[in-house]
């Protein structure tokens, strides 16, 4: 699960923190593109390939919705992620970014450096901006990112009974007898907003090797074609703010497996992620975590014509888990299996 690597070693944890930063802010920057202006007070976000385009608005909606309005856990992130890119820098050593494998050393990183510190202050200013802005009822104004102005979870619950989540995922995504459907209550909205768009696009076919992420089910694109953005962040508000339910197959944690100490990057120590993009998988069924991880092992190995196939491939986890036999995949599975998800 490694997204930066330094230019003469292995890559770093630090390091991959940052990339995988870094790929999550640039699919942020097209869910939650808006044609908004720009408040005239701050000034404008740098421009980086890697971060898109970045209005005012879309970050002040992004964290309206992820973060309840608090500034506070945002400007953090990136005060640690500038933190981190400026040792790299420091150390004479550099990163690679994305899927083109894009190196940057020397003098474009220090660029790299200076926007990102561009960016924290542009993020403090906007936080001492919106903060400090009435709306007509006196109180803070909140926004949100869904399209009719608001993420509503009690409409995500009835979507997800329209559209027969109940029936895989179980009441309230807990449960559920199909073994290929995840435990979905808890689980980071970020995440299911992400899986849900994957699942909305079609295979890219053709002889190419996989892009950056693809993720393709025939069953589940039926059932979420038709979801349009405000339906998707009302799923995923309503899923993640249900209760989890541990596993029942194993009723005490398990040793971590060897096989399992590098997931803990980016799933955490005890199963619960580090990453808002990234799924808890404490207490997740063994049967899909299973299935999940050969499929990242089935396609780093076989990679070439999609076709009509169902797919799950992503740059880091395929990578990861390419030379794990059977055994110890499920060793990993049986293992975070077995936690608490609470």
Request: proline share 3%.
């Amino acid at each position: 699960m490694d997204y930066i690597s330094t230019s003469s070693t292995r890559l770093s944890t630090n390091c991959f923190h940052v990339a995988f930063t870094l790929r999550f802010i640039a699919i942020l920057a097209i869910l939650l593109s808006t044609t908004g202006l720009a408040r005239a007070e701050c000034p404008d976000f740098p421009q980086s390939q890697w971060w898109k385009t970045l209005s005012h608005d879309a970050v002040n909606k992004y964290v309206q919705a992820k973060h309840g309005g608090d500034w506070t856990k945002y400007i953090d992130k990136w005060e640690r992620q500038y933190q981190t890119v400026k040792n790299i820098y420091d150390k004479g050593s550099a990163i690679v970014i994305g899927k083109d494998r894009i190196k940057v050393a020397g003098e474009n990183l220090r660029i790299y450096v200076d926007k990102i510190k561009l960016r924290v202050e542009v993020i403090h200013c906007l936080s001492k901006e919106v903060n400090s802005a009435p709306s007509e009822t006196g109180s803070t104004q909140m926004v949100s990112i869904s399209g009719d102005g608001s993420i509503d979870p009690v409409a995500g619950k009835e979507k997800a009974r329209a559209a027969g989540c109940f029936e895989c995922h179980g009441e309230y995504g807990r449960g559920g007898d199909n073994p290929a459907a995840p435990h979905l209550a808890g689980q980071n909205d970020i995440y299911i907003v992400k899986q849900l768009k994957e699942l909305q696009k079609l295979p890219s076919g053709g002889t190419n090797t996989y892009g950056t992420i693809e993720r393709h089910n025939k069953v589940m694109r039926e059932k979420v074609i038709s979801l349009n953005d405000s339906d998707i962040w009302n799923l995923a508000s309503f899923f993640s703010k249900q209760p989890c339910r541990s596993s029942t197959e194993a009723n005490y944690a398990l040793d971590m497996p060897e096989a399992a100490k590098s997931c803990m990057k980016c799933h955490g120590n005890n199963g619960v992620s580090v990453f808002p993009e990234v799924p808890n998988i404490a207490g997740q069924k063994e049967s899909y975590l299973t299935a999940q991880i050969k499929a990242f092992r089935k396609a780093a190995r076989e990679t070439g014509d999609t076709g009509d196939k169902d797919i799950r491939y992503h740059y880091i986890m395929s990578m990861k888990v390419k030379d794990l036999n059977i055994r110890e995949i499920r060793n990993v599975s049986k293992y975070y299996a077995s936690l608490r998800c609470e």
